[in-house]
């Protein structure tokens, strides 16, 4: 006769089985905690990313959209001045030689003369033959900018609110500035910042004000590095600093650039998982609207002409045919047409 013995684990087993378990309970945690740091570590780069390209994605945007504005109708108004002196220079002139209004064996008498007849009436005056060249008007569009900073103007600026008194013209600035820094340690960091103007000016500071540098708006945070260089149209050596305001003494007064180099780079110091971010992108400007060399030369002489004329060289006195009055009763005639 067989006895049946029911038998359980010893306690042997069970503290055996329980290591196991215990072994596997801890290497499920720490990969459970490896994916979760790992998870957190490469959101916080996509983060960073995010902002350094979001943030050059702006600046490139606004760039291209540069907006420089010429007042053709007076430069086309100067030239043709420009070309009515020298007709009306042209015309004064004698002409001379047989043949043309005189009679053989009578040199230098006009026919109607010879003949008994009244001499042929002077050809009228004319009026833009004398006028003054009108002045350049006040420029409101600039492109200013050092190796940390930049202010130029765009005409892509849109109204949030109906009737809202702003221009379609805005005024662009990127600089740095220093601001809290957003975590326990506290301090300061630095800080790209973006900052739009509504109100058309002919004043393009590099550094704003206290008021208008509260009204900026923080793009970047922990910024190391933000350089801009300036390429012109034609040249292949970049320059650290333009300037196209009238009151500019450079040669890039009255020019846009064809395209800014702007790198970046951002690192939070504080956090030693943080690394270092840069960026490098080649802006270009869509229409940079400069002057050509012949429009450049047309200008300085339509300035030099109206410069001799308001210091009163000339004053009064005609460039056509006809009384040395008429001229001068024409020239403000001529600026009305």
């Not at 043709?80 to 001379?96: D, F, H, N």
């Not at 990127?174 to 301090?187: A, D, N, Q």
């Not at 004043?203 to 590095?225: I, N, W, Y």
Request: hydrophobic content about 35%; charged content about 20%.
């Amino acid at each position: 006769m067989t006895v049946r013995r029911d038998r359980g684990f010893t306690l042997i087993e069970i503290m055996v089985a329980l290591l196991i378990m215990a072994g596997l309970s801890l290497i499920m945690a720490q990969s459970v905690k490896s994916g979760l740091e790992s998870r957190k570590k490469v959101q916080r780069q996509i983060t960073e990313e995010s902002l350094i390209r979001d943030a050059m994605r702006l600046m490139v945007s606004d760039v291209a959209a540069a907006f420089h504005h010429r007042d053709y109708t007076v430069s086309n108004y100067n030239k043709v001045l420009e070309l009515r002196k020298k007709k009306a220079a042209t015309a004064g002139q004698p002409s001379g030689g047989a043949g043309q209004g005189q009679q053989p064996g009578q040199p230098g008498v006009p026919a109607g003369q010879a003949s008994g007849g009244a001499p042929p009436p002077p050809p009228a005056p004319d009026p833009l033959a004398s006028a003054t060249p009108l002045p350049e008007p006040n420029q409101l569009t600039a492109f200013v900018g050092s190796n940390e900073a930049m202010t130029f103007t765009v005409k892509n600026h849109v109204r949030r609110f109906i009737d809202a008194k702003e221009s379609d013209q805005a005024r662009i600035a990127y600089f740095l500035r220093s601001c809290p820094y957003e975590g326990k340690g506290g301090g300061v960091s630095s800080c790209l910042v973006r900052q739009e103007t509504t109100n058309p000016t002919d004043q393009f500071p590099l550094s704003p004000s206290d008021e208008d540098d509260a009204k900026g708006v923080v793009l970047v945070r922990h910024v190391t590095e933000f350089k801009l260089r300036y390429l012109e149209a034609g040249k292949t050596d970049f320059v650290d600093s333009w300037d196209s305001s009238p009151v500019a003494t450079s040669d890039t007064k009255d020019k846009f650039p064809d395209a800014v180099e702007i790198t970046m780079a951002i690192q939070d110091k504080t956090n030693p998982e943080s690394k270092l971010r840069s960026l490098s992108w080649l802006a270009p400007v869509r229409n940079s609207n400069n002057l050509s060399a012949a429009d450049k030369e047309a200008a300085a002489k339509a300035a030099e002409a109206a410069a001799a004329t308001r210091a009163g060289v000339g004053a009064g006195s005609g460039l056509g045919t006809g009384p040395s009055g008429t001229g001068g009763s024409n020239g403000t005639g001529g600026q009305q047409q």
